[in-house]
């Protein structure tokens, strides 16, 4: 069976450019690259050039980058590194539609969830009516890994910098997708994972601005300028570095080229099945992510039924089991559970073409009209 | 285009495994699905070391998964813990706390397998569904009905926990191990290279691990944030003299005789439980004996729901040995009186009464 991938938010594929860049490194470039010899120098410049590049992505300076594990070491080292850094405890203000990664963080401290309205956007008066003199650190994801609604980062960063607290982001599913500058944003930390941009599991970045205070979260040797103990994955961060590079020559286009499907997708679900809308419309979103609620449809079952046909969709986050959950993010801005548990997330890739698409559709409208069929409460 | 699809519940255990990996060597299109009725993270306090008689544990699913990957079918894990809670288990605390004593099983089996799952296989393009239960499933033209029968492993035999199912759910699931014995079973899986193949039968209720009910039910209402009920009472003898104090009615079941703590020459039982007055009436053996009972919910499965009176052998609990009765009608369609030929032990209100015709299921109903 033919199968095709609408799950890029989850994770993609490692692109061929990089595989390419990376592949050679894990064989010749072996050195540990605090050593003083030439094998561990050969690794310290890969490394290096890799962190420009990741920097330049950024428009980070490149000692500002901290290579870790992924995305959610990402935002744990820029949560308890700052929460930790200034004091014993410390309060902090977030949003009630982060990632796991922020939110199972938060929840190791005091903190604040801020609401999210029904389009999925944060409101940065809120984030400031939560603030209190005992606030850390601020936490607000920058593009949202379901509904792709990407948040008013800037103006956000503006009441931090009056409050002078340092505002972090989880920037995993904004990067790469749209335009990034840290220094446009005004974050002092932004976290971002290698495994969403065509780079492999296992590699993420933390950006810290100069004079932030951070504090690490794993202790042994000195590396990352002693944020983030443990010797550097040269490949991994060369492979960061490869897709950052990538996202910088051929990004536009091709989130054009993406944007013009997920809308093709979206109009023709929305045209030609019934009782269908978008969650999180009206609100600027990412190019490649459109979430649909489906009225009268479990979204376990069209998930199954699709993936069945060889579409691979998502309905929210699995727990430990695999066995999905009603997706806390559809439940914040302001689903019921049934309307959480009848959506799909489609999110879109390189590997994405149109004649997927308008199959996906096909497969859409068999399979919704099936369930319905089936569903006695939906008439 | 292969054949369409068939749903097969698979809990990680042996029977479940086989059956999947006897329909797909059949040629059938097999999708195994797994339930996760139950967190069991939730209650800590009443975990057990027990590897068995779990449900939904991640070993579970874990087993499962890697069945499904040696037989090469697609696999998924489905959500239902919360229609599992609200259908199954806060009955089951409910039932305990009216006196009576519940049969989460049977309730799982008509709400959650033959329902919810049902509907789930359905949804994913599978009509039919088979399950690892021991029993037999067979079409009488005559009758035009669907007709269940005790499976030829008595000893493993599970209609008792399926006296609910309705002609249209038995005419879309399959018992294939309902016509072998388990060590047949078991022999097969070896035979089918099923990694689980050694590991033991489940044990209990499902998610009361340490089969101890009292403690689940104390711990899921502290979970559940609800004071708890004060529930210690007397316990009395049938003539009304107090012999003894309890700490709550559902520590108790017809027929019990542990935990009473009370002095006796002869060893004395649980004869009845009041939640409303909180008292545990106790008595000798003898006292336990009754020669007729109520039914009510009743379901007809082999046969249609009579206008006569039906002799029948009837079961009242799942380890007893089906006792000879008659069935009689009552003005009310879902209710049903009992009259037992000899006086039957512990006749216990909760649990279900089921009608046998020799193997055959002719239906049953829950004793008031």
Known sequence: ?379 | MPEKPLAVAMSGGVDSSVVAGMLQARGENVIGLTMQLWNQRRLPEIQSDKATGRCCSLDDVYDARAVAQILGIPYYVVNFERDFEDQVVKPFVDEYLAGRTPIPCTLCNNFIKFDRFLEMAAGVGADRIATGHYAQIRWNPDSGRWEMLRSVDRAKDQTYFLFGLKQDQLARSMFPLGAMEKSAVRELARELGIPTAAKPDSQEICFVPNGDYAAFIEAYFREQGIAPQEVAGELVTADGQVVGEHAGVHHFTVGQRRGLRVAAGEPLYVIATDPASRRVTVGRDRELLCDRAHASGVNWISIAAPSEPVRAEVKIRNKHAAAPAIILPTSDPDRVEIRFDEPQRAVTPGQAAVFYSDNLVLGGGWIE
């Open chain 1, 1 to 379: 069976m033919q199968r095709f991938y609408f799950d890029h938010n989850a994770t993609t594929p490692v692109a061929p450019e990089v595989l390419e860049a990376m592949l050679p490194v894990m064989t010749e470039v072996y050195g540990n690259a605090s050593s003083i010899h030439h094998f561990g120098q050969t690794a310290r410049q890969r490394l290096d050039a890799a962190r420009k590049l990741v920097a330049e992505l950024l428009g980070a300076e490149p000692q500002e980058i901290v290579f870790t594990s992924g995305g959610t070491e990402a935002d744990n080292l820029a949560i308890f590194g700052v929460v930790l850094g200034n004091a014993r405890c410390g309060h902090v203000v977030t949003t009630t539609f982060e990632h796991p990664a922020v939110l199972a963080s938060v929840a190791q401290m005091d903190h604040t969830l801020v609401p999210v309205d029904g389009r999925g956007m944060v409101d940065p008066d809120a984030i400031r009516g939560a603030l209190r003199p005992e606030t850390k650190v601020i936490s607000v994801m920058h593009a949202n890994n379901e509904v792709g609604t990407i948040q008013p980062i800037a103006e956000i960063a503006r009441i931090a910098a009056e409050a002078g607290i340092p505002l972090h982001s989880d920037g995993v599913q904004a990067v790469g997708k749209i335009p990034i500058s840290v220094a446009d944003l005004g974050v002092a930390l932004y976290a971002l994972s290698g495994h969403k941009i065509g780079a492999p599991k296992g590699v993420g970045a933390l950006y810290v601005r100069k004079g932030t205070s951070l504090k690490p979260m794993m202790y042994g040797g000195r590396h990352e300028r002693e944020r983030r103990a443990g010797t550097e994955n040269v490949a991994g961060a060369v492979a960061l570095g490869r897709a950052a590079e990538w996202i910088g020559d051929h990004g536009e286009a091709e989130n054009r080229r993406q944007a013009a499907l997920r809308d093709r997708l979206e109009q023709s679900i929305l045209d030609r099945i019934p009782d269908t809308r978008v969650n999180g419309a009206g609100a600027p979103r990412v190019p490649n992510t459109t979430n649909i609620r489906f009225d009268g449809i479990d979204s376990d079952a069209l998930l199954i039924a699709l993936d069945l046909k060889g579409f691979a969709v998502s309905s929210g986050a699995a727990c430990s089991s695999g066995a999905p959950e009603p997706s806390h993010v559809l439940l914040a801005i302001g689903l019921s559970r049934l309307e959480a548990r009848s959506s799909i997330r489609f999110s879109l890739g390189r590997s994405n073409t149109i004649e997927q698409v308008d199959a996906l559709v096909e497969a859409l409208v068999d399979s919704v009209a099936h369930l319905r069929k089936l569903a006695p409460a939906y008439a």
